[in-house]
């Protein structure tokens, strides 16, 4: 087994300079590659200074990001800026501007915990202009998409209606407005077909993004293929057969050792058959309960199954003995 990489996700930037930089250091000096830290959280606030999005209170003022950027810069490593998608929430500047945008589930507008359409152009605008101004302004090394689906049960509402219409001459709401558990029994082919297309649209628009600023794209994707197609519209064996992601994290958060294998060795298989353009990571959560020992064997069993890469769910629950372990990996394998 060669040495699987190491990487972390840290959902919330610190909310002082020193406590940026001590986080990054603790890292860079226990030889992880790659930070991803969230910059766009689900309640549609962003954790950097944006001229397109509502920022979060505590980090007006000052730039978290670009600080643990050039301190990851400084030590040698890799820093991807990550954005929650087509989530949004109370904060969401998109959903105050354009209400028609907010997604309809079951026959409603969702609320609170809410999502954007991902079909209508401003949703796309919108979360592109935010992507732009990460790859043009931050010496990152990427850019992170993640809630790049759908959630169970919409989006129903009269763009998306119309669109069906129009492609398949069929109505969405035929079976009423709780046709989310059985969509379309006519043709479901044809139904996530037209539901995966538009976030798919969004990941080639991302990758164009991304590569015009020299960064690379990677993705946090439902690990259970191919069930995701149907319940998310997230179709990422579709991107990776069109070469959109550089790096690719199934967020394979199971507790038990045992499925988080399995479905690795399913990843495996679709990656590979992609000729290796794509970088596997296994997203792997570091449960509180664990021991070092436990998250340890099962980072290994992971690994064993023919990684690229350990993505952890995430830095706040990462011992040092955690990072002590990782660092052993290649040498005790
Ligand atoms: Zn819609």
Not at 269 to 294: D, F, I, N, T
Request: glycine residues 8%; charged residues 25%.
């Amino acid at each position: 087994m060669s040495t699987p990489k190491i990487a972390t996700w840290l959902h919330s930037l610190p909310r002082t300079p020193e406590a940026v930089r001590a986080t990054v250091q603790r890292l860079a000096d226990a030889g992880v590659d790659l930070l991803i830290p969230c910059v766009k959280q689900t309640d549609g606030l962003v954790d950097y200074p944006s001229v397109v999005a509502n920022v979060r209170p505590e980090y007006q003022g000052w730039d978290a990001l670009m600080i643990a950027a050039e301190e990851a810069n400084r030590r040698g490593l890799a820093i991807h800026a990550w954005c929650c998608d087509f989530v949004e929430g109370t904060g969401s500047r998109l959903l105050a501007e354009h209400p028609e945008c907010r997604a309809v589930q079951h026959g409603r507008a969702t609320e609170g915990w809410s999502w954007a359409c991902p079909r209508r152009p401003e949703t796309q605008e919108y979360l592109l202009a935010i992507y732009r101004e990460l790859i043009d302004r931050y010496p990152v090394q990427g850019v992170h998409l993640d809630y790049v689906r759908y959630a169970d049960g919409f989006c129903y509402c009269d763009a998306c209606r119309e669109s069906y219409q129009r492609e398949t001459g069929r109505d969405l709401l035929t079976r009423g407005f709780d046709t989310w558990q059985q969509p379309d029994a006519h043709d479901m082919d044809a139904w996530i077909a037209w539901r995966c297309a538009p976030v798919t649209a969004f990941v080639r628009a991302a990758r164009a993004a991304a590569a015009a600023g020299g960064k690379a794209l990677s993705a946090a994707v439902f690990p259970y293929l191919p069930g995701q197609l149907q319940d998310v519209g997230q179709d990422w064996e579709g991107w990776l057969a069109e070469g959109l992601l550089d790096d690719i994290m199934p967020m394979t958060y199971s507790m038990s050792t045992r499925i988080a294998a399995e479905w690795t060795r399913n990843h495996r298989a679709a990656v590979a058959a992609m000729k290796g353009q794509c970088r596997l990571w296994e997203g792997l959560v570091r449960h509180r309960s664990w021991s070092a020992e436990r998250f340890l064997r099962h980072v290994q069993t992971v690994a064993a199954q023919g990684v690229d890469g350990i993505c952890i769910f995430d830095e706040p629950n990462v011992t040092d003995a955690d990072l002590a372990g990782l660092g052993a990996l290649g040498t005790t394998a």
